[in-house]
């Protein structure tokens, strides 16, 4: 897996023969949490995995605005992996609102979009776990703590779910002065409202094929939701992994590529 910088986002390939898909990340993710669905993807496909901005390794920006986010997204794609022609999209949480941005304003980029769990609404219920999450890391004495191990031993009272703090110290990057957040927690914290909501795209419609994706255990994707899909996306059709929850793809994994792999070989651009 080669690393490389464009822009001024951080990006990974897996694979290097087959058609091209792009993976977003959700909220405290990075491209990295796709790294076991573009390896069960090969040889038939090559994937680029992102780090959002704000995120991983890519670079912090004074505010969020999904709009930003798209265009820093389609100038990599133009710059390398999309100039060949449009690629797959497939973006999950605050990267399936980026994704579906992204088609909406630069739909000459993008072939088929996959939106995992998350709706082109305003996201409800989350705010507050989210908020809780990233009060808990940045209260965190990094000064005070040597190795992860240390700060998943402090982070076991404020978060004790163990999968959950796994996952949030993924984010945590060693160098010369110690431990330090890769993610920029303050202006996450503070943008809340906007990441939980969806920008006004105008008339932009996107005409290509869209699978929508739910987890059977999660309440992101409802019904009621459906005609705004339908509105922007006219192409889209959902399916519901049962046992899944919110993270789709890290819960259900060979389900999900199974899904995956059916929508990417059985429909036409």
């Known amino acids: 897996m ?9 990006t990974a390939r897996v694979g290097d023969d087959g058609d091209r898909i792009v993976f977003l990340h959700g909220l405290f993710g990075r491209g990295k949490n796709f790294t076991r669905i573009a390896k069960d993807l090969r040889p038939d496909y090559r994937s680029l995995l992102v780090d959002l901005p704000n995120h991983g390794r890519s670079g912090w920006t004074d505010r969020v605005d999904y709009r930003q986010m798209a265009d820093s997204v389609a100038e990599a794609l133009q710059e390398d992996f999309a100039a060949e022609g449009p690629v797959a999209v497939v973006g999950h949480s605050l990267g399936g609102k980026v994704a579906m941005v992204l088609a909406l304003r630069h739909p000459e980029l993008v072939s088929r979009l996959v939106v995992v769990d998350i709706a082109p609404t305003r996201s409800g219920g989350g705010e507050g776990e989210f908020a809780h999450l990233l009060d808990s890391l940045a209260a965190l004495d990094l000064t005070a703590v ?18 959950t703090r796994s996952f949030l110290l993924q984010n945590l990057r060693s160098g010369p002065d110690g431990l330090s957040w890769e993610p920029n927690l303050e202006l996450l914290r503070s943008s809340l409202d906007t990441i939980g909501g969806f920008p006004d795209t105008g008339e932009a419609v996107y005409e290509g094929p869209v699978l929508w994706v739910a987890g059977g255990r999660s309440d992101y994707v409802r019904d009621e939701h459906a005609p705004q899909m339908r509105r922007l996306f006219p192409r889209t059709h959902r399916v519901t992994i049962r046992e899944a929850g919110h993270w789709v793809h890290s819960q259900e994994p060979e389900k999900f590529v199974e899904v995956l792999r059916g929508f990417l070989a059985h429909t036409e651009a």
């Open 2 to 10: 080669a690393d490389f910088r464009t822009s001024t986002l951080h």
């Open 146 to 163: 040597e190795r992860r191990s240390d700060a998943d031993e402090a982070l076991k009272e404020p978060i004790p779910w163990d999968t």
